[in-house]
């Protein structure tokens, strides 16, 4: 099996988002679809491999935040016999993705999401297929197997290519810049809103390296080798994120002093992070300002769900 890494561009941005496609003897799929910006150039991609869209078999996406699935739909209108295939609680996103669409409009606003996502369609039912833990699909001769991965979000899983020891990994394995590997491994975890849970992360990240898998494609971004050194960098810093989740948890800060607190405890992190990797250059800060922004979110949003539920029992 062929891989090819897809630079999506995403929001104007090189070397931030990626999507793949494989191929397989005269067919074809794509693993993540970024925006819907990002199709064409994933179809200009398919067409220089001299295959056509009706020869792509299959659109799978590791989860349905909309960097990763916004352009599933224009990319399933333009592959007619494709089918769309995602975690059980990621389907039901795709087949109706208003409430999707109604979030992501109340956090950018209407002209904003526009722009990022343009129109996001719902994708027929009788296209997607939901994938459970350790199914398997067989491929034109090759086997993929999925794994569900929780601790980024509940509807997240992997793709792992036994075959050829490829295993893609959506946010499940952090994020490793290309741009921020000069002077070695430099890897960060994803803990944006809403489902951020550092055990469920950390066993996630357990459950990939057990896969035996020798190459890790990452969506932000491309091919990591170093399977074992990303998991013990991320380890270190989902012990450090579980850590302020449980301080916020434990006080009396209100749900805005628990956003400042979780903030600021991310921020200082991100500063000593980059500090210990002699990266703190304006470069880098502009390339982690989103995510030290949605690490934030994220943790704050463990604390007050946890608090929620801590309260239900009461």
Known sequence: MTVTTIDAEYLGHEGFAATYLLQQGDRAAFIETANAPAVPKMLEVLANEGISPEQVDFVIITHVHLDHAGGAAS??????????????????????????????KGVYGEERFAQMYGTIDPIPASRVRIMDDESRLDWNGRTLRFLHTRGH???????????????????????????????????IPSTSPTDFDAAAAKASLDRIVGTGANTAYLTHFGGVSNLEGVAKQLHAQLDRYGAIVDEAFASDLDDAGVEAFCREQVAALFDELLSAHDLDTPLARRILATDMDLNGQGVAFAVKKRRFKAQKRT
């Open 153 to 187: 979000a509940n509807h997240h899983f992997c793709i792992q290519d036994e075959a050829s020891g490829g295993i893609f990994t959506g946010d499940s394995f952090g994020l490793v810049y290309p741009a921020l590997q000069d002077d070695g491994l430099f890897a």
């Open 75 to 104: 990319l399933m209108q333009a592959c007619p016999n494709a089918t769309l295939l995602a975690h059980p609680n990621a389907a039901k996103h795709a087949i109706d993705p208003s409430k999707l669409v109604r979030s992501a």
